[in-house]
């Protein structure tokens, strides 16, 4: 019988993505990607390389995927708003994300910066939110994508802030509601800040 190459490398991935979510790149330990996978650790040197490749793999990969779910829609400062709404949803119902953001962020720090892959995935985002806010700078966008990207990524993984500095704003689902709401209002006014000093130089 054939190996289905496609198949065991997505079984891979699949573990590894929650085998780096929960213990980082430090901590994650092939044998158990293999194991949790069904698949002879071999495989994973095979197709992806040493460890630290399979990570930059498994949060590219993620992040593509993310970037494909949450498109851009429309134009202004609320449009800005919407998109961290809805970037906030997707990460919510995929936490691997964040946390695999600041693992990398942790263990990789500016090493990560000097991957093309990545490089190329952020400057398109950047272009998004140009797009997103006509005649808007790189720089600029790049600082509200920045601000935008941190507050979506830092709640899921920073709990112990939540209820040390809100610890009367309850939980679940309402908890998550108004942090959502907190969300989408700053990026808004973020991007509207952002479009008022350039309108002046638009005219």
């Known amino acids: ?31 158990r990607i293999a194991a949790a996978a ?21 949060l590219a990969e993620a992040l593509q995927a993310a970037l494909q779910a949450v498109q851009v829609e429309g134009t202004g ?4 708003g919407d998109y961290a709404a809805r970037l906030f949803d997707h990460h919510m119902a995929n936490g691997h994300i964040p946390r695999l953001v600041y693992w990398e962020g942790l263990e990789r720090g500016i090493a990560a910066a000097a991957s093309p892959v990545r490089a190329e995935f952020h400057a398109e985002k950047v272009t998004r939110i140009q797009r997103m806010l006509p005649g808007v700078g790189r720089v600029e966008a790049g600082e509200l994508l920045l601000t ?19 610890p009367d704003a309850g939980d679940g689902a309402a908890r998550i509601a108004a942090r959502r709401a907190a969300i989408v209002a700053t990026v808004t006014a973020a991007a509207a800040a ?9 005219r």
Do not use: C
């Open 1 to 31: 019988m054939a190996w289905d190459t496609e198949r065991t490398r997505r079984l891979l991935l699949e573990a590894a993505t929650a085998e780096f979510s929960e213990h980082g790149l430090a901590g994650a330990r092939v044998d």
């Open 194 to 202: 952002v479009a008022a000093s350039v309108e002046p130089a638009v």
């Open 38 to 58: 069904g698949v002879n650790k071999e495989r994973i040197y095979q197709y992806f390389g040493k460890k630290d490749e399979l990570f930059a793999t498994v």
């Open 148 to 166: 935008l990207v941190s507050l979506v990524n830092a709640w899921p993984v920073l709990p112990q802030l939540d209820a040390l500095i809100v």
């Open 77 to 80: 400062p609320q449009a800005v």
